[in-house]
């Protein structure tokens, strides 16, 4: 299985831009990737996803490397609604998604 | 609204006991899928199914059973073969070809505890 690899934390102040980084050196041509994130005690609620291009939605921006070996979560605006883990997530096999340990993102007031 | 039931929230359990945390969701998804989440880690896959009256095992299947009678319903029976079954229980469902749509639709979950 495609891996990712993402910091396990990081900090933000509110209301400043926020960039989560995730590696996937060993993604293939046909793998998408995903973001999700997961507030505690609740069950993951899906953020972004996209193949080559950059993408943008009203939670956040999605940059993709040229050579798509990493990407970056872009969240505009940090609130403190927005601490949660973050999870990078290339396409699975079959209908399986696989869901490593994520970045806890912790927003500071 | 459209979404994804799970229940119960919250269940206790004696060592030895069988125990089956439910799971609807009314999105008309036809796949679904059990994972199983402990403290400060990741979740793994234990069954899914991509149509009724058929599932596949996941990573950590062992101990663990499923149903799929109806579409919107994919029931999971923790039995007394799982030996560390204290854990947060989480159900989601996709249309099939997740991969390109992206989008995993989760419940709240269940939180069992072993006594």
């Known amino acids: 299985d495609a891996k990712t690899t993402q910091p396990n934390s990081m900090e933000s102040n509110e209301e400043e831009p926020v960039h989560l980084p995730c590696n996937h050196s060993t993604i293939s041509g046909t793998d998408y990737i995903h973001w999700y994130r997961q507030l505690p005690s609740q069950g993951p609620e899906y953020v972004i996803h996209?193949?080559?291009s950059n993408v943008n939605n009203r939670m956040a921006s999605l940059a993709i490397a040229e050579d798509r070996k990493s990407s970056t979560l872009i969240l505009h605006r940090a609130t403190l609604r927005d601490a949660a883990v973050y999870y990078c997530i290339l396409s699975p096999t079959g209908n399986q998604f696989y869901f490593g340990t994520g970045t806890s993102l912790t927003v500071i007031p | 609204d459209g979404g994804i039931t799970q229940s119960p929230k919250y269940l206790f359990r004696k060592e030895g006991q069988n125990v089956t945390l439910s799971c609807e969701q009314n999105l008309n998804h036809d796949a679904m899928y059990w994972y199983r989440q402990d403290p400060g880690q990741g979740l793994r896959l234990i069954y899914y199914s991509q149509i009724v009256n058929d599932f596949q095992k996941g990573d950590i299947a062992e101990g663990y059973s499923v149903s799929r009678e109806k579409k919107e319903s994919f029931p999971l029976t923790v039995t007394s073969a799982q030996k560390n079954p204290t854990a947060f229980y989480l159900c989601?469902?996709?249309?099939?070809?997740?991969?390109?749509?992206?989008?995993?639709?989760f419940g709240e979950g269940s939180r069992l505890t072993v006594l």
């Open positions: 989601a469902s996709s249309r099939i070809g997740v991969a390109n749509t992206g989008e995993l639709f």
């Open positions: 996209g193949l080559t």
